[in-house]
């Protein structure tokens, strides 16, 4: 994914802040972690031990966060996370959550079967 989710939002014409860079309140913060904390425990329910899954919230941009994989082999993939401050006090579409978590599994898997080639011998058949 590598930041690559439509809901990353992109800087602001010309400011270097996300798009919806506004103060959030404690509420929405906390909102915001939560969601977090749930595409980050989503994400590893994906994935096998190995695959490290962590996160951020970026202080002072709004309502943003990076959510990344370490994978056993390959290079970490991550995806940005930045919902609107409104959805923050709505609720958060779990939908969204989800393809989040699943394109960053998805990712990460790819990671490593690009890192390992087709040199591996199946143990099963």
């Known amino acids: 994914m590598n930041g690559n989710y439509t809901g990353a939002g992109g800087p602001a014409a010309g400011t270097g802040e996300p798009a919806n860079a506004e103060e959030l309140s404690g509420g929405q913060r906390d909102a915001l972690r939560h969601a977090v904390a749930g595409i980050v425990d989503e994400t590893q329910s994906y994935l096998p031990e190995g695959y490290q899954v962590g996160s951020e919230l970026n202080a002072g941009t709004g309502a943003a966060a990076t959510v990344a994989v370490d994978p056993p082999a390959g290079h970490p ?12 006090e709505s609720g958060l579409d779990p939908e969204t959550q989800r393809e989040v978590a699943q394109g960053l599994a998805a990712s990460a898997v790819l990671q490593v079967m690009d890192a390992v080639g087709d040199g591996i011998t199946p143990t099963g058949r």
């Open 77 to 88: 993939v991550t995806a940005g996370y930045s919902p609107d401050p409104e959805e923050l």
